[in-house]
């Protein structure tokens, strides 16, 4: 069974920073990209970063590219999201996501909150 378990998510102040993580199970890891999301209430869901299954290739929207960035420990079969300068508008619920097998898998989100 593939599970995907996000934490990290709090309340912080803008240009404050953050690290999620997400631990993955039940899947070949290392084999697979992954993603992360965001979505905020009343807005579509956002891709905010993808990494390749070996970590080598990191992709980012203009809204999130050169204050975060996506990792991953293969040996540890986790991603992160290491998320600085943020700003008011980066608040959602983040999710981390895979595509295993032809099936979307995603965990249940960790909240990120930046307000003063």
């Known amino acids: 069974e593939v599970q995907l378990v996000e934490s990290g998510g709090a309340l912080v102040q803008p240009g404050g920073s953050l690290r999620l993580s997400c631990a993955a199970s039940?899947?070949?890891?290392?084999?697979?990209?992954m993603n992360w999301y965001r979505q905020a209430p009343g807005k579509e869901r956002e891709l905010v970063a993808v990494?390749?299954?070996?970590?080598?290739?990191?992709n980012y929207p203009d809204s999130t590219k050169d204050r975060f960035t996506i990792s991953r420990d293969n040996t540890k079969n986790t991603v992160y999201l290491q998320m600085n300068r943020l700003k008011p508008e980066d608040t959602g619920v983040y999710y981390c996501?895979?595509?295993?097998?032809?099936?979307?898998?995603r965990g249940q989100g960790t909240q990120v909150t930046v307000s003063s």
């Open positions: 996501s895979a595509v295993v097998g032809g099936e979307i898998f």
């Open positions: 039940g899947f070949t890891f290392s084999s697979y990209a």
């Open positions: 990494i390749s299954h070996g970590g080598s290739s990191t």
